[in-house]
């Protein structure tokens, strides 16, 4: 805890005309946010300093608040002209959890800032007390309508909203939700809405969501409603959901959903295992604790999975198949790619093999390609169809790179 006299030399610091003394205060203020006169100056100086940088470091500090003994101080700045403070407030309060922000949270879901409201809702799932519940159900409703009539420019912000709402409205579990998510899957466009909505309706495991959450699976020109947006993504959400709300709707679009050949076979593969948890069949041997199928990895962890599960053994064939005087002229394997901790599952990603300086890998090609393919074939990836690229090495040498995607 910040003592009086700590509490009196910061605050001479900060008024201080150095830059220098302000920004060495604001980052001890920023290791001190279990302090709730910490939060309080911090709170001051994100008022004084604005946008500058210090002020931007102090709203930084603010945002990773879990200091319950601030709840009323960032309900205040909640009520603040300054555009940036409200949203770092609402999430500290998203933070803290406190079942006394409720209500000034939900006054910010009126917000004319789309950010702010966007914070508001990611605070309330978080929070997840039900009086929240109405607040989003109303808020979620006006988005369909803004993000149909209003303009481009503040077309992001109802965009964010709704990504917001939906979610807390899950979070929350409050089954008067059912309908406005099912609205927002049929109306709205923005596949990440879509599948925000359709992992809401799951959480809900409300059987009255299952039959749109089966139109998802079926054929575009039979949904009812807004088809642009429903990509793959937004039908392996779908089809967690009805794993999530079992039932013999949801089984039976399950089982359709495996059987359908034109579906993406991440998607169909997702199916087989949202079918064992809503009781359509055996389950098969449980994974380990934290283990994902490779389809449902981000690209960090697809990363991490190639490295470890399939590179080293692909490697050590690849060495024996490029050699040349009985020596090989492979000497290192990676990976590159997309590794958005957003993504569901990596659409690209490029194998890499760095060749030794002056050794023609041509001639081998095809057999490297052979090699890739069969240890690739398991969990589902292939090579693209392109010609490999070739890119100098540090060690004087060149990287042959082969993209492969998703089957």
């Known amino acids: 805890m910040l003592s009086l006299i700590d509490r009196l030399r910061l605050r001479g610091k900060l008024k201080s005309p150095d830059i220098g003394t302000r920004s060495k205060a604001v980052d001890f203020l920023a290791k001190n946010t279990s302090d709730p006169s910490a939060v309080k100056l911090l709170l001051m100086v994100r008022k004084k300093e604005g946008g500058n940088g210090v002020g931007y470091t102090a709203l930084k500090a603010i945002e990773s608040?879990?200091?319950?003994?601030?709840?009323?101080?960032?309900?205040?700045?909640?009520?603040?002209?300054?555009?940036?403070?409200?949203?770092?407030?609402?999430?500290?309060?998203?933070?803290?959890?406190?079942?006394?922000?409720?209500?000034?949270?939900?006054?910010?879901?009126?917000?004319?800032?789309?950010?702010?409201?966007?914070?508001?809702?990611?605070?309330?799932?978080?929070i997840g007390d039900p009086r929240a519940a109405?607040?989003?159900?109303?808020?979620?409703?006006?988005?369909?309508?803004?993000?149909?009539?209003?303009?481009?420019?503040?077309?992001?912000?109802?965009?964010?909203?709704?990504?917001?709402?939906?979610?807390?409205l899950g979070q929350i579990g409050d089954k008067r939700a059912t309908e406005v998510l099912v609205a927002t899957l049929r109306k709205v466009g923005d596949f990440k809405i879509k599948s925000n909505a359709a992992t809401a309706l799951g959480q809900m495991k409300d059987p009255g969501a299952a039959e749109v959450l089966a139109?998802?699976?079926?054929?575009?020109?039979?949904?009812?409603?807004?088809?642009?947006?429903?990509?793959?993504?937004v039908q392996a959400d779908a089809v967690i959901a009805l794993g999530g709300i079992g039932g013999p709707r949801a089984i039976e679009a399950l089982v359709a959903a495996i059987e359908n050949t034109t579906l993406p076979e991440a998607v169909r593969r997702t199916a087989e295992e949202a079918l064992s948890r809503a009781g359509g069949a055996t389950?098969?041997?449980?994974?380990?604790?934290?283990?994902?199928?490779?389809?449902?990895?981000?690209?960090?962890?697809?990363?991490?999975?190639?490295?470890?599960?399939?590179l080293p053994a692909m490697f050590d064939e690849i060495k024996r198949a490029c050699q040349k005087d009985g020596r090989t002229y492979c000497s290192g394997m990676a990976t590159e790619g997309?590794?958005?901790?957003?993504?569901?599952?990596?659409?690209?990603?490029?194998?890499?093999v760095e060749v030794s300086p002056g050794a023609d890998w041509k001639p081998q090609q095809e057999?490297?390609?052979?090699?890739?393919?069969?240890?690739?074939?398991?969990?589902?990836?292939?090579?693209?169809?392109?010609?490999?690229?070739?890119?100098?090495s540090r060690s004087g040498g060149r990287w042959v790179k082969f993209s492969i995607e998703r089957t």
């Open 65 to 126: 608040v879990k200091c319950a003994g601030a709840v009323d101080a960032l309900l205040a700045a909640l009520r603040d002209g300054d555009d940036g403070l409200r949203c770092g407030a609402a999430k500290a309060l998203g933070n803290i959890r406190d079942p006394r922000s409720v209500e000034g949270l939900c006054a910010a879901l009126k917000d004319d800032d789309g950010q702010i409201r966007w914070a508001a809702s990611v605070a309330l799932g978080n």
């Open 134 to 168: 109405s607040a989003l159900i109303e808020v979620l409703s006006t988005s369909h309508k803004m993000i149909v009539e209003t303009h481009k420019d503040i077309l992001i912000g109802w965009c964010n909203t709704a990504l917001g709402a939906s979610k807390a």
């Open 215 to 233: 139109e998802v699976l079926g054929d575009r020109k039979n949904f009812s409603g807004n088809s642009h947006g429903i990509t793959w993504e």
């Open 283 to 310: 389950a098969k041997p449980a994974l380990a604790a934290g283990q994902k199928k490779p389809y449902l990895m981000t690209g960090r962890e697809m990363a991490s999975y190639l490295h470890q599960n399939i």
């Open 338 to 352: 997309p590794t958005e901790p957003h993504a569901i599952v990596l659409d690209h990603l490029v194998l890499a």
């Open 367 to 392: 057999a490297m390609q052979s090699i890739m393919n069969r240890y690739l074939a398991e969990p589902g990836w292939r090579l693209v169809a392109a010609y490999p690229d070739e890119q100098p």
